[in-house]
């Protein structure tokens, strides 16, 4: 029975590259070093809702038909239409993301990632600020002090911190957990929390206080720094910002508690401020902590072929971008699009009503592996294989390091991959016909 060593668990940004998978008649029957979210991913691909055929929608119901008819149908629609969206692409291989973005200029369309809705606001800020970095290895033998902030990785990102950060053991962090000082910073106690040396509780939607007086003290105002700030009294902020400071490496690893909370991307901005002003006492250093398995990957891939990282408006001819304007729900919202692509995510579940609404009345395409309430509102729907189980492709990690995901078993599924690049060739044909 073959054993594969060293699978990438494409499931959360942390991008585990160290798993043990055991196959046997095309099964996936043993899995070591996955956490519980990674485990039920490799084996409870099979107990999952999975779609089975490619389906169109007739008379009201989806009924079953070939991949070619389905990409027909769906090149149709795309040729058919004058304001596409083109959303999600997270949850698959930098190959398939490369294929998206090619058919997005074909067709004219607007494609935007998951990012709008987690971790976007960061890109923005930073585009204004930077994002001063390390990879995950370079925190994992340095990283004296850690802070998490906005985020909750042991339910998230739950190998993180025994493999990259808290408790690992590295080059220069050789006593591990004992060795570091671990932060964290929330509204509320999580789990995460219970674990910390040091819990900073916060009032919700403050961070932006806390990280302006942090900066004032690092820079030797502390006497402009009220008495409260953010709930949290000066005498704590004090001790949190000189354990910043004398720490031989602080990361500071954020999540949507940060990106997603008022001021949205001034926190990001002012976090890339707070590590600048650290390094100029020490090394300091910013990670997201990221959802989907490649939304960083998404990012790398649309920036290096558009020059922006989601939100990209092919409309003009060429790439246009302003997130506000050209996001999948700004786009939703003010109801411009005539039809709608989707892949690997479900708006259907977690996008504003309004936004679903619109959805739910222009032709939608679906490419996913499993159904979902977007499934509900799709008109045409292709299933695909699951990356980095079913085949293998490209994905970057939360600090943007890019692992190659293997295939482990054999699918009668197409690839993202293929899909793309079988819709993008029938577009072409119906276009040259037309
Ligand atoms: Fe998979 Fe994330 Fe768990 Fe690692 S931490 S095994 S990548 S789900």
Known sequence: MPV??????????????DITVTVEDNKITKIENACILGHSKFVGMFEHDRIET?????????????????????????????????????????????????LAEETGSVIDSTANVCHGPSALAAQEK?????????????????????????????RHMSRYSSFSKG???EKGRKGRTMVVIDVRKTDTAKLA???????????????????????????????TVAGVPKAEVLELAETLKNAKFVCIFFGMGVTQSRSKYKNGDAVSSLISDLNQHTKAVMIGM??????????????????????????????????????????LVREEPDAAIIAAADPGAHFPQKAVRHLAKIPVIQIDPYANPTTEIADVVIPSAIVGIEAEGTAYRMDAISLRMKKLIDTRFKTDEEIVKD????????????
């Open 290 to 331: 990221r959802g989907h398995y490649n939304v960083t990957g998404f990012g790398q891939v649309a920036t290096w072929e558009t020059g922006f990282p989601m939100a990209i408006d092919f409309a003009r001819g060429y790439p246009y971008y302003n997130p506000g304007e050209t996001g999948a729900n700004d786009l």
């Open 171 to 173: 080059f220069f962090t």
């Open 130 to 158: 930077g994002s001063p970095s390390a990879s995950l290895g370079e925190i994992k033998n340095r990283a004296d002090v850690i802070v998490f902030w906005g985020c909750n990785p042991v339910h998230a990102h739950p």
């Open 423 to 434: 819709l993008t060739a029938k577009v072409r044909e119906l276009k040259r016909g037309a």
């Open 54 to 102: 490619p389906m169109i929608r007739k008379d009201g119901e989806l009924v079953p038909v070939s991949y070619e008819e389905a990409i027909e149908a769906a090149a149709k629609i795309l040729v058919n239409s004058r304001r596409i969206l083109s959303y999600g692409w997270c949850s698959t291989s930098c190959e398939a993301v490369s294929g998206a973005i090619e």
């Open 197 to 227: 040396d040091n819990y900073v509780e916060i009032e919700q939607g403050s961070d932006l206080l806390l990280i302006t007086a942090l900066r004032s003290i690092v820079n030797g105002h502390e006497d402009v720094v009220p008495e």
């Open 4 to 17: 594969i060593k060293d699978a990438v668990c494409s499931l959360c940004g942390s991008l585990c590259d």
